[in-house]
């Protein structure tokens, strides 16, 4: 154990040190997320070897790289899906995408959309599908540029390279799939004209400036795990990057607070789906 913790046992109640030691034993910084979240989900894992002293989990995670998988696993962080809660996507294209693609082509601009906290992929491949649809539906052919971007290296690397089991692409409309995949071997590959568009970029969504200069943003699923200050400052973020049309699309389970609700106001409240409040 790193000289900084030693001394400082760590107990489930102290979750602020438990994060940090944490931090320094899978790379990954927790500081931003709920402490009942951290709690809840090491106490499971706990469950699951009989351990009942945390310390001992600890040297565990650390000594096991299997455990460590897990541990991530459980934190559900990297989850991610095509076309995740089907319904948005639909709501979606009709109230975002389509309004995103008109007021671009009028002002002969690029569209520029972030997917923040991409994690494997899915969600700006699925993007880059539904735009590239509409653009056929609609007729037009403007610049498209997706920044994905997530906070693990790791997670990034399977993103970028754009192939997903049967499994995985199971949510996928089969006209979809067909269109812009590549069956091959146990899988299917991105297509380049969808993988052009995107650029995979590793950022902390807490700690690094904002992308510059964006049209839509796309967090889903990642508010969840940060807490109320956290929440806020990266919606900030996304207040000072976001420009006209200026739609902001969060997770189906996640919520303003009502801080956020002096930056953004609703546009779909089903599909969490908002817009940046001119100030
Ligand atoms: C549950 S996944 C969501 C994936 C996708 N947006 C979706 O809804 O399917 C959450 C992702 O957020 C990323 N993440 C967590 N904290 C982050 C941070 N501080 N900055 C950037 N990404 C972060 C995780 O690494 C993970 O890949």
Redesign the pocket.
Known sequence: MNAYFRGNRATLANTELLKRILQHKIGI?LS?YKNDFIRRRIHARMLTYGIRDINQYLNLLEKNSEEKRKFLEAL??????FF?DSFVWKIVREKVVRELIEHMVKRKVSIKIW?????HG??PYSIAMLIVDVCKELNVSPSVKIYA????GD?LKKAKLGFYNHQEVKDIPYFLLKEYFQPGDGGYWVKDNIRNIISFRK????NDPPLLFVNTI?????FI?FDRKNQNKVLSKFHQCLYRPAYLIL?ASENLWSEGGSMFEVIDNRAKIYRKKQV
Do not use: K, M, W
């Open positions: 910084d931003g559900d962080i990297n989850v991610s899906q995740r997917s923040a906290g991409c994690a899915q969600e971007t997530d906070i693990d997670a950022h902390d969504l807490i796309f967090c889903r699923n990642v795990y997770g």
